[in-house]
């Protein structure tokens, strides 16, 4: 199967954010209090009861948008990346007001991390799955 650059990193990012939960389930962390507020700006805690759904979830998402960058799947691959493609503007939306120091402390790790990682990606994730979803609607042509 042929999958886009785009669809690539999208799925590459999604996939190594199931690797990284899934590290957390087969390592617990020594302080998951800190992780928490470091990656989520709250504490949640980070159980294989919360971390399983995720990683199933993540992984569910890459394999969906490598299928629609490739033009397999048909629309439930589509429709799957259009969640994924909602879910990362907003949180890339929502991560540009962190940025701005609205609603969380400009001193803390997450303020970092969001600023110069989690925004970003996030931002660059909407981009390659809108190409993606673009693509998908396009009519295969068949050359002679």
Known sequence: MNISRPGAFAAAVLLLDALVHLFWVV????????????????EVPFTPR???????V????????????GGRGGWPARA???AVGAGVLVRGLVGV??????????????????????????????????????RARRPVSISS
């Open 27 to 42: 390592r617990p962390i020594a302080d998951p209090r800190a992780l928490s507020l470091a990656v989520l700006n709250a």
């Open 50 to 56: 919360v971390l399983l759904p995720l990683i199933l």
């Open 58 to 69: 993540l992984s569910v998402g890459a394999l969906s948008v490598a299928a629609a960058s």
């Open 80 to 82: 799957v990346t259009m």
């Open 97 to 134: 007001v962190w940025a701005f120091g609205l609603g969380t402390d400009t001193g803390s790790p997450f303020y970092w991390l969001n600023l110069f990682l989690y925004t970003p990606v996030c931002l660059a994730m909407t981009l390659a799955v809108g190409i993606v979803l673009v």
